[in-house]
Nanobody, 123 residues
């Protein structure tokens, strides 16, 4: 189970920190990702981090976001700075099934478990 939190409304240039609490043992050994989606558009990859905390980001991030994970507490984070109105979206945490080897960390099809999402609105 994946449960996101930390979304909300923020002004342009502001910051937010999203959290994703993961249950089960999958989290500690698997790559995890953040995606976002706006109504009428497909899901867009934001960032991913593997179990060794190696990270990869979508091109639009441009150094504004940082993904990190606390493997001991089973929490995935997304720190967002210099927020822009175009960052407005529902943000989802994602994890693959057990023993799945993620070949493309920014590919949504690599992930099988999704949280319910947390809304981020930037004005």
């Amino acid at each position: 189970q994946l449960v996101e939190s930390g979304g909300g409304s923020e002004q342009t240039g502001g910051s937010l920190r999203l959290s994703c609490a993961a249950s089960g043992t999958i989290y500690s050994t698997q790559c995890m990702g953040w995606f976002r989606q706006v109504p009428g558009k497909g899901r867009e990859a934001v960032a991913a981090a593997d179990a060794d905390r190696r990270t990869i980001y979508g091109d639009f991030v441009e150094g504004r976001f940082t993904i990190d994970r606390d493997n001991a507490r089973n929490i995935l984070y997304l720190r967002m700075h210099d927020l822009k109105p175009e960052d407005t979206a529902m943000y989802y945490c994602a994890a693959p099934m057990a023993r799945w080897v993620v070949a493309s960390p920014l590919g949504a099809l690599e992930y099988h478990y999704w949280g319910q999402g947390t809304q981020v609105t930037v004005s």
